[in-house]
């Protein structure tokens, strides 16, 4: 069964740090394009970091350029997401995603297959 399981998420004061991990089950990571989105609440789904298989290339939204980063640990199959200097607009449940491509797309939600369930990050000010 393929699953995505993300933790790491919680309270946290503006301009702290968090990371994220999504453990992946049932497949193995290598071959497989992966992304974190957000989903504030009244907003949509946005993506926020995408990497390719290759981890060669990789994606940021604008509003986290500088303060996040996308790492992949194919031998652990888990993929992180390190965030730093957050701020209180950063507040959302966060999603990993997966789809098996060894080509980049962009940084959308209909470019990936497979969803984790969400952790939540709140950022107080």
């Known amino acids: 069964q393929v699953q995505l399981v993300e933790s790491g998420g919680g309270l946290v004061q503006s301009g702290g740090s968090l990371r994220l991990s999504c453990a992946a089950s049932?497949?193995?990571?290598?071959?497989?394009?992966i992304g974190w989105f957000r989903q504030a609440p009244g907003k949509e789904r946005e993506g926020v970091s995408c990497?390719?298989?290759?981890?060669?290339?990789?994606y940021y939204a604008d509003s986290v350029k500088g303060r996040f980063t996308i790492v992949r640990d194919n031998a652990k199959n888990t993929v992180y997401l390190q965030m730093n200097s957050l701020k209180p607009e950063d507040t959302a449940v966060y999603y990993c995603?997966?789809?098996?491509?060894?080509?980049?797309?962009?940084?959308?939600?209909?470019?990936?297959?497979?969803w984790g369930q969400g952790t939540q990050v709140t950022v107080s000010s």
């Open positions: 049932g497949f193995n990571l290598d071959g497989y394009r």
């Open positions: 990497m390719s298989s290759s981890g060669q290339s990789t």
């Open positions: 995603a997966a789809v098996y491509s060894r080509m980049f797309r962009r940084c959308v939600m209909s470019a990936y297959d497979y």
